[in-house]
């Protein structure tokens, strides 16, 4: 399996990695554990996860993900073989959010006994903090890359200004730099990336792992009515693409789907693999046979012309 480099880190990652965000949500203990273990058998190595996950859930108060994910890591062990990220910095509870050094070096301390690691790969601020000085988190986070407990930082839903500062920051005080961006991008979704940060992230050298690289589904062609959506786990969030350019963009994928004798969804994965911005898009499954079909994306090859189509059909 191909690995690319995480920005400056050191990280080296397959170009797909698995979203976190589904364990203990719509995927139980048993079906993540059996998700895993064959994402790693399929030569994967990066698993992508947040304190808040998933939070969201009825009856669930967050740190479901990463407890599943380090009870995973104790039964199965090759801890040196994944690549673990984390985030820190949206609402646990009343009062525990953001990015000052009291509640990340608190937070830290949890999620390194719900992953049961002594330490974290990656280590994310999930969101921006206007709050906190950029200078006070990442004087946090080079305490922690001190102590062995963080090998490399990175940032999630920053805005290119903020990341820029945050860039400015680390060289004007000599403190570790943010080496990864998770934003939000997809083929459905190519606004907020493309421009100023993406071309940021390539003069800077940030690695970029997108989240949201299916569109919540929607890019495996399974929504294409809102009767496709009603009462689904995801389908209030792809109401919003289910119209003209929404039904563009599916039918440029599956045009590009039956050339190459692929699924819409190994399609969409395979474009953004094939961005130069790109590091690795995040992508999750809930069940084996939809994991087996992301798995494959890597090994599609667009050629100029299929890009180009899924370009016009989403601008």
């Known amino acids: 399996m191909e690995k690319r480099k995480l920005g400056n880190s050191g ?27 064959a994402f790693v058998a399929g030569g994967f190595n990066f698993i992508d996860t947040a304190d808040v996950y998933s939070r969201w859930h009825p009856g669930n108060q967050g740190g479901e993900s990463e407890t599943i994910i380090g009870k995973w890591l104790k039964s199965r062990g090759g801890r040196d073989k994944v ?46 903090d206007p709050d906190t000085p950029l200078v006070e988190t990442l004087e946090t986070f080079a305490g922690l890359i001190k102590a062995g407990k963080v090998r490399a930082i990175g940032a999630s839903n920053y805005s290119a200004e903020r990341l820029k500062e945050a860039l400015d920051t680390s060289a004007r005080h000599a403190l570790p730099r943010y080496e990864s961006l998770q934003p939000m991008y997809s083929i459905a979704e190519r606004g907020e990336f493309e421009g100023y940060l993406e071309v940021l992230c390539q003069r800077e050298n940030i690695g970029v792992i997108c989240y949201y690289s299916l569109a919540s589904g929607f890019l495996t062609g399974k929504y294409r009515s809102k009767a496709d959506a009603a009462n689904r786990a995801r389908g209030s969030r792809v109401e919003k693409y289910l119209n003209e350019r929404g039904s563009r963009i599916l039918a440029a994928l599956d045009e590009v789907a039956g050339r190459y004798g692929a699924k819409p969804s190994q399609v969409a994965l395979a474009w953004l693999i094939a961005r130069p911005s790109v590091t690795a898009p995040i992508a999750s499954a809930t069940s084996l046979d939809q994991l087996q079909e992301i798995m494959k994306a890597p090994t599609l090859k667009l050629d100029k012309d299929a890009i180009e189509r899924i370009d016009a059909a989403s601008r």
Not at 19 to 37: H, I, K, P
Request: aromatic share 10%; charged share 20%; net charge negative.
């Open 83 to 128: 690549v673990i990220g984390t985030k820190v910095g949206i609402e646990m509870g009343p009062g525990q959010k953001g990015l000052s050094s009291a509640y990340i070096t608190r937070e830290v301390e949890a999620s390194l006994k719900r992953l049961q690691t002594d330490y974290i790969d990656l280590y994310m601020s999930h969101r921006d």
């Open 11 to 37: 990280l080296e990652i397959a170009p797909l990695a698995f979203g976190g965000n589904v364990f203990g949500w719509t995927a139980d203990e048993a079906t993540s554990f059996a998700l895993l273990d």
